[in-house]
């Protein structure tokens, strides 16, 4: 029988708002990543894929969540590299690290060299298949459930209010990845930004899975001075459009 005197208690109430709190913070990358790889595909399946990208990422944490014993020992050294001992879930956050780099990389090579979203201007706009782009997601959507829910149990002792945290965060995560997805749409030159953001979020992973921790708050406010700038920038475009009308 399941017990519900934990309802009662402001301290679980307090973990409950922090830990979405964190949780909506750590899913920002998430939401970077989704609104752009989604950029990739019509506007009719884009919306699509986001929602099947944020349910993929629920139920991969909800999972995670009921493996609790066994997401714990992710974190057993299971070899040992130049002195440097390495877990499972350090293997995980090198590999999406990597991926990361990989994705970022060969997108910001595509659109320097005239391709993606700089070819939209001279020619029809050629779209990547749905199933390559929801498989893509899965895969980086694996790699920040790890990080995700291995945050959460340092956090709080009870799992109920880990899931009600993970289900809060992912829906305002789905509430915002619309209107970020579209204003990358709408305005190229994030884009390069949100990939750079990518780049930069790959190197945090990577540094975590061989044992430097970069504090996320310095990621963070790097992120949001330079979306502050680029926002800046937009609307000084758009001013100096009107008047030039």
Do not use: C
């Amino acid at each position: 029988m399941i017990a519900f005197d934990w309802i009662s208690d402001p301290a679980i109430w307090a973990s409950l708002v922090t830990l979405t709190a964190m949780e909506i913070v750590l899913g920002i990358d998430n939401i970077v990543f989704i609104s752009v790889i989604v950029g990739k595909l019509p506007p009719e399946q884009a919306k699509r894929a986001r929602q099947i990208g944020l349910t993929m990422a629920l139920v991969f944490r909800v999972l995670l969540l009921f493996s609790l014993f066994w997401l714990i020992g992710l974190t057993a050294s299971v070899f040992e590299l130049f002195g440097q001992g390495f877990s499972w879930r350090d293997i995980v956050l090198i590999a999406g690290g990597a991926f990361l780099l990989y994705k970022a990389t060969t997108e910001i090579h595509r659109d320097v060299e005239g391709g993606g979203h700089a070819e939209a201007a001279t020619g029809p706009k050629v779209y990547a298949s749905f199933g390559m782009i929801v498989s893509q997601i899965a895969v980086i959507d694996m790699v920040f459930s790890v990080d995700s829910i291995l945050t959460a149990i340092g956090m709080a002792d009870h799992v109920g209010v880990m899931i009600a945290a993970v289900v809060i965060a992912i829906a305002i995560m789905y509430l915002a990845s619309g209107p970020v997805a579209s204003f990358i749409e709408r305005h190229p030159t994030t884009r390069m930004l949100a990939l750079a953001f990518l780049m930069m979020i790959g190197v945090a992973l990577i540094a975590d899975g061989i044992g430097f921790h970069i504090p996320r708050g310095y990621l963070y406010a790097a992120m949001a001075f330079s979306a502050i700038v680029e926002l800046l920038n937009v609307v000084a475009g758009k001013n100096r459009r009107k008047h030039q009308e």
